[in-house]
C-alpha cells in the first residue's frame, strides 16, 4: 500500500491550497481515509476523513467550515481542499488509510502547508 500525498506549498494568509493524496494497492471505498496534520513542536492532530459511504468526520477545532475532503473513486485519491487558511494551519499534513475511524493502518509521506501572515 502506498500513499502519496501532493498539493502543498506557501500561501499567504486568507488563501486556499487543495492537497491530494493518490492511493495505490487498496480500494478506497473500503476504507477510511483522511488527513492529519503536524506543525512544529506539537503533537499531530487529526483534520478529517472519509468513509466508503462519502461520510465525512471533522476536527470542528481545525475548521470545518474552511476545509473539505472529498474522494474521486475514479481516480483512487482523496482531496482536502483547504479555504481562508491561517498561519496556525502551518504544518505538515499526512494522507491516511485505516479500517476504522482511526484511519491509522497506512500512512503517506507528508506535505508541507505554510501559511504567511
Known amino acids: 500500500v502506498q500513499l502519496q500525498a501532493s498539493g502543498g506549498g506557501l500561501v499567504q494568509a486568507g488563501g486556499s491550497l487543495r492537497l491530494s493524496c493518490a492511493a495505490s494497492?487498496?480500494?478506497?471505498?473500503?476504507?477510511?481515509m483522511g488527513w492529519f496534520r503536524q506543525a512544529p513542536g506539537k503533537e499531530r492532530e487529526f483534520v478529517a476523513a472519509v468513509n466508503g459511504n462519502d461520510e465525512t468526520i471533522f476536527n470542528a477545532r481545525v475548521g470545518k467550515d474552511r476545509f473539505t475532503i472529498s474522494r474521486d473513486r475514479a481516480k483512487n485519491t482523496v482531496s482536502l481542499q483547504m479555504n481562508s487558511l491561517k498561519p496556525e494551519d502551518t504544518a505538515v499534513y499526512y494522507c491516511?488509510?485505516?479500517?476504522?475511524?482511526?484511519?491509522?493502518?497506512?500512512w503517506g509521506k507528508g506535505t508541507q502547508v505554510t501559511v504567511s501572515s
Open positions: 491516511a488509510a485505516g479500517k476504522t475511524v482511526s484511519v491509522s493502518d497506512y
Open positions: 494497492g487498496l480500494t478506497l471505498s473500503s476504507y477510511f
